[in-house]
């Protein structure tokens, strides 16, 4: 299964990442990373809004989660509804956002929804509970969950990538 996730509406229903925190985005990632890495086939898509220069970010993406950064005259949204749209099984996807235009759109392609606050309870479980027809993977290897210093690195990582360059 395939999440197509809006990353900062999510965020607003975490209940231990808030949107204020200059490390939000990296914070979700890292759970993302871990939440696909308890289950081989689960996959992710998550956008941002505002981002410098925008498109891929190849530094945090990884091969089962893709981080997007909508820039110029781009929001979140309208790249989440140009997915829903141009998606060629939309049974494979799943929408993770409250925004009701864009359930909208995943209703008309019958493409499945969650709301962020249920999807926030799934990340929320230690376990990491499996989806209908999900195998729990049993080499995770390098989507395993963090240790605080790890964590801790990542986001001094992510502060560095952040600085004006001299």
């Known amino acids: 299964m395939h999440y197509l996730i809006d990353g900062h509406n999510l965020i607003g229903k975490m209940p231990d990442i808030e949107l204020d925190d200059p490390d939000d985005e990296i914070k979700l990632i890292l759970r993302l990373r871990s939440w696909t890495g ?11 809004d505002h981002g410098l220069p925008g498109g891929k970010d190849r530094g945090l993406s990884t091969s089962k989660v893709q981080v997007l950064f909508a820039s110029g005259g781009q929001t979140a949204d309208s790249i989440l509804i140009t997915r829903i749209k141009n998606a060629t099984d939309p049974r494979q996807y799943t929408v993770v956002t ?30 990491g ?17 963090l240790s605080d210093a790890e964590l801790q690195m990542w986001i001094d990582l992510f502060d560095a990538q952040d600085e004006p360059k001299q």
């Open 38 to 48: 308890r289950v081989r086939s689960r996959r992710v898509t998550v956008v941002f």
């Open 98 to 127: 409250s925004d009701n235009r864009i359930r909208r759109q995943a209703e008309m392609r019958r493409m499945p929804a969650l709301k962020a606050e249920e999807f926030a309870q799934q990340l929320a479980q230690k376990a």
């Open 129 to 145: 509970a499996k989806a209908d027809g999900e195998v729990e993977d049993s080499d995770p290897g390098q989507d395993q969950e």
